[in-house]
C-alpha cells in the first residue's frame, strides 16, 4: 500500500487495548451506559513524568480519551491482567462532537518531535494547543506523515508485526511513538465499536476436559447480548506473555488490513491473512 492510495485514509480505524479487568466497566448493563469513558491516568511517580501529567492537565486532556491510529499496543495491558484486548473504532462516529476532538502527532509521552517540529518540551500552553489538529484533517497529515517518515507504506506506519524497526519498538515499548495520538472528549460508545481482537482461553472443566473459555465467558455473553452483530477475533493465548502479545499484535495487524481494505470486519486469522495478502 503506498501513501498514493489516500481514499484509503479515510477508513482506517482508531484502536484502543485493554486489559480484560476493564471489560465489566466497559459492557455495562445496557447501551446507554456501555463503552470508554475518560479517566485520569499517570504512569509514574517520577519528577518527570509529574511534570508532563501537570501540562496534560493544563491542556484539559485528562477529559480525553486516548486511541491511537495504528496496531493496537499491548503495553497498555501489562498493569493488571496480561490479555489485551483490542477494539477498533470509527473514526468519526456519529456518538463524537468531532469539533471537540482533536489529535496529536504524537502520543504525549513521545520523545519525537511534533508536527511543527517543536518539542512539547519548553513549548507555552498557546503553543502547545497549536501543534494539535482536528480529526478531519488526520487523514492528509497521515499521508504525509507516511511520504515523510516510512517511505510511502501505510502499512509499514501503521505497524507490520513482520517489519524489523517495529519489533525493536516493541522491544523498547515504544510502539506508542510511532502513531498518531486521538482525544475523544467524554464517552465512545460501544455503537461505534467495529470489532474486538480477544484472547481464546481454555478452561479444564469438571470432566477434566479443555473446553474454550469463550464459549461460556459471561463478558462475551454479555457484549453479544449488548453488540449482537460486533465481529470479534480471537487470538491464541499463551502461557508465554511475550507469544501472547505476539499473537495479538499480529490479529491486530492483519485485521486492520482485512477491515480497511475489504470493508468486512474478518471471522478469524485465516481469514484476515488471506485477504491482507492481497494487499502487503
Same mark, same amino acid.
Given at each position: ?6 481514499? /484509503? ?23 446507554? /451506559? ?26 484539559? =486532556? ?8 495504528? /496496531? ?50 519548553? =513549548? ?79 478452561? =479444564? /472443566? ?13 463478558? =462475551? ?60
Amino acid at each position: 500500500m503506498s501513501s498514493g492510495d489516500f481514499d /484509503t485514509y479515510s477508513r482506517l480505524p482508531a484502536t484502543h487495548t485493554f486489559d480484560m479487568s476493564k471489560l465489566p466497566m466497559i459492557f455495562r448493563a445496557n447501551m446507554e /451506559t456501555s463503552g470508554l469513558v475518560s479517566r485520569f491516568r499517570r504512569d509514574s511517580s517520577s519528577a518527570e513524568t509529574d511534570l508532563l501529567w501537570n501540562e496534560v492537565i493544563s491542556l484539559y =486532556l485528562h477529559k480525553y480519551i486516548c486511541c491511537y491510529c495504528g /496496531t493496537h499496543d499491548p503495553f497498555y495491558a501489562k498493569a493488571v491482567e496480561p490479555s489485551p484486548v483490542g477494539v477498533f473504532i470509527k473514526r468519526d462516529h456519529a456518538g463524537s462532537d468531532v469539533s471537540k476532538c482533536n489529535v496529536s502527532y504524537r502520543d504525549l509521552y513521545s520523545s519525537q518531535k511534533w508536527i511543527n517540529g517543536k518539542s512539547i518540551r519548553g =513549548l507555552s500552553l498557546q503553543d502547545k494547543l497549536q501543534t494539535f489538529f482536528s480529526i478531519v484533517d488526520l487523514s492528509e497529515i497521515m499521508w504525509l506523515d507516511v511520504r515523510a517518515n516510512f517511505g510511502g507504506s501505510l502499512w509499514s506506519h501503521w505497524g507490520n508485526p513482520n517489519e524489523g524497526d517495529f519489533k525493536l519498538a516493541l522491544l523498547s515499548d515504544k510502539i506508542y511513538e510511532r502513531n498518531f495520538e486521538l482525544h475523544y472528549l467524554g464517552q465512545i460508545p460501544i455503537d461505534a465499536f467495529m470489532g474486538l481482537i480477544y484472547p481464546r482461553r481454555h478452561v =479444564l /472443566t469438571a470432566e477434566r476436559q479443555f473446553q474454550p473459555a469463550h464459549v461460556s465467558d459471561p463478558d =462475551l455473553i454479555k457484549i453479544k447480548q449488548l453488540r449482537p452483530d460486533l465481529g470479534i477475533l480471537f487470538y491464541q493465548n499463551s502461557y508465554d506473555i511475550k507469544e501472547r502479545f505476539m499473537n495479538f499484535i499480529e490479529a491486530s495487524f492483519y485485521a486492520s488490513v482485512a477491515l480497511v481494505m475489504s470493508e468486512v470486519f474478518p471471522i478469524n486469522i485465516e481469514v484476515a491473512k488471506e485477504i491482507a495478502s492481497h494487499y502487503i
